[in-house]
């Protein structure tokens, strides 16, 4: 396949640059300036098979969502692979990696994730890798044999200081502290979820008091999981970590001084779209389409993380897909209703738009926050996060000129509960290919020719899944 006339954003390049991109076994095989090769020979240096004119396009690496709660198998009344890839397809990403904690059982031996890629593989669309768990629950002697198990199948490890959940629970200190020196010698990061659970028992018991059995309030929820928690929990986590501090990753980062003080250190973190497009004043209008935890901070935040995933002390963003059905999410009271929003498929559109388009990011950095930083992160560099020769050909295709207006009737997830609802993003993905197969795009775009002739693109009003689930390819750390 030959991708012609495109405005590409290439690693190092602080502009586009219009190319013809030449596939084939679904690796990108060259790249070459437009103008180079003639304009209908359907060749870059003799590639063989379908052209596409994709004029007034632009193409990206395929976006890499490192956080997703898929739930298979186990809670699959939330999400699913098979609507989890898709709605990631959708929204131009090209690799996914779910969490430990929120499939059952839980992956915590290399039996569990046996058991859940015989599931979850002949459904996956996109391409995926899994991370392993440290769940509190088990002895140090099960830890030790979490982390040889998994390592050579895993592309890190997640543990949590707080817990709501059953089937997975937070660990002590002295657990974290062996988590990631396991991690370290495993040569994986760590992942954690940082909320000091001390600083949020005293906060919810005073909030309990105030109450004193009325109802409670999304002031309430907001003010139970308070910014000092965070701050706390990542000053705890770099300590325990020591010199192995390079191992630490912090998930869905909210709180910006919690953000600059784990970059300080040589750990890493992310944050999410929602804690840079939304804040605690935004919780009386959307209520539970808003709920996450951690919540979404005070306003001052959002302007601030942008500012540190600007300057790279934000490694890169996640969506924390985390879907929930109605019956789960609007219980009618904050503080039950089910924390998570099914994200996955807003993230590109969204960091598109109001990072690159809007300027708060360059070239270079919108492209660490989309796919390179995680790719590099998690061992997945040399194959996935790049348009670059010998990489896999995972790419969406843009049109900037088109707006995407966010329509939960459209969302591929199980859950359709998005506090996304209703916005507009400048420009609009045609079409996304995994390993140089359409897996997401207007049958219009894909259209197929004799070989040689020159498809016109034109971005879907629609667009539709095309690829055949199972598609997705399961990926290991060093996966070239
Ligand atoms: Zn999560």
């Known amino acids: 396949m030959l991708i012609r006339n495109v405005l590409a954003a290439l690693p190092g390049e602080k502009d586009f640059r219009k190319v013809?991109?030449?596939?084939?076994?679904?690796?990108?095989?060259?790249i070459v300036e437009a103008e180079a090769s003639a304009p209908d020979s359907g060749s870059a240096g003799g590639a063989a098979g379908e052209a596409l004119d994709a004029s007034?396009?632009?193409?990206?690496?395929?976006?890499?969502?490192?956080?997703?709660?898929?739930?298979?198998?186990?809670?699959?009344?939330r999400e699913d692979f098979a609507h989890g890839t898709a709605e990631a397809a959708r929204g131009g990403v090209t690799t996914v990696v779910d969490m430990p904690c929120t499939s059952l059982p839980p992956i915590t031996d290399a039996a569990a994730l046996e058991n859940k890629l015989s599931i979850v593989g002949k459904k996956a669309l996109v391409d995926f890798a899994f991370f392993g768990g440290f769940d509190g629950a088990i002895s140090t002697e099960e830890?030790?044999?979490?982390?040889?198990e998994l390592a050579p199948k895993v592309v890190g490890f997640k543990c949590y200081t707080?817990?709501?959940?059953?089937?997975?629970r937070a660990v002590s200190q002295d657990q974290l502290a062996l988590a990631i020196r396991l991690c370290a010698e495993a040569g994986r990061p760590l992942l954690l979820h940082a909320?000091?659970?001390?600083?949020?028992?005293?906060?919810?018991?005073r909030l309990a008091a105030v109450r004193c059995g009325k109802a409670s309030s999304w002031k309430d929820y907001y003010a139970s999981r308070p910014m000092e928690a965070e701050i706390k929990a990542c000053s705890t986590a770099v300590a325990a970590a020591g010199g192995n501090a390079a191992f630490l990753h912090i998930v869905h980062a909210g709180t910006a001084e919690a953000a600059a003080l784990v970059a300080a250190t040589g750990a890493t973190c992310e944050t999410c779209a929602h804690y840079l497009a939304f804040d605690e004043e935004d919780f009386e209008r959307l209520g539970p389409a808003l709920k996450t935890a951690p919540p979404v901070k005070e306003p001052s935040q959002k302007a601030l993380l942008w500012r540190l995933l600007a300057e790279g002390k934000i490694s890169f963003l996640t969506s924390d897909h985390a879907g929930a059905p109605d019956s789960e999410k609007f219980t009618g009271d904050p503080l039950t209703a089910y924390g998570g929003i099914p994200g996955t498929g807003t993230l590109f559109p969204y960091l598109l738009s109001e990072g690159l388009f809007a300027k708060r990011l360059n070239l270079p950095r919108f492209?660490?926050?989309?796919?390179?930083?995680?790719?590099?992160?998690?061992g997945l560099d040399g194959a996935k996060g790049a348009l670059a020769p010998g990489y896999d050909a995972d790419i969406v295709l843009v049109d900037p000129e088109a707006v995407t207006t966010i329509d939960p009737a459209r969302m591929f997830s199980k859950s359709h509960i998005t506090p996304f609802a209703g916005m507009r993003f400048a420009g609009r993905i045609a079409g996304t290919f995994v390993r140089g197969s359409c897996v997401f795009g207007s049958t219009r775009l894909l259209r197929k020719?004799?070989?040689?002739?020159?498809?016109?693109?034109?971005p879907p009003e629609d667009g539709k899944i095309l690829a055949e689930p199972g598609s997705g390819r399961f990926l290991t750390w060093g996966y070239r």
């Open 162 to 168: 707080i817990s709501g959940m059953d089937s997975f």
């Open 56 to 77: 007034g396009l632009m193409a990206f690496p395929g976006a890499i969502d490192p956080h997703v709660h898929f739930d298979e198998p186990g809670f699959t009344h």
């Open 449 to 458: 020719e004799a070989p040689g002739r020159i498809t016109e693109a034109k």
């Open 20 to 30: 013809d991109i030449a596939v084939s076994g679904g690796k990108i095989r060259e």
């Open 143 to 148: 830890f030790e044999r979490t982390a040889r």
């Open 195 to 205: 909320e000091d659970p001390g600083i949020i028992a005293k906060a919810q018991t």
């Open 367 to 378: 492209l660490e926050a989309s796919s390179g930083g995680a790719a590099r992160r998690y």
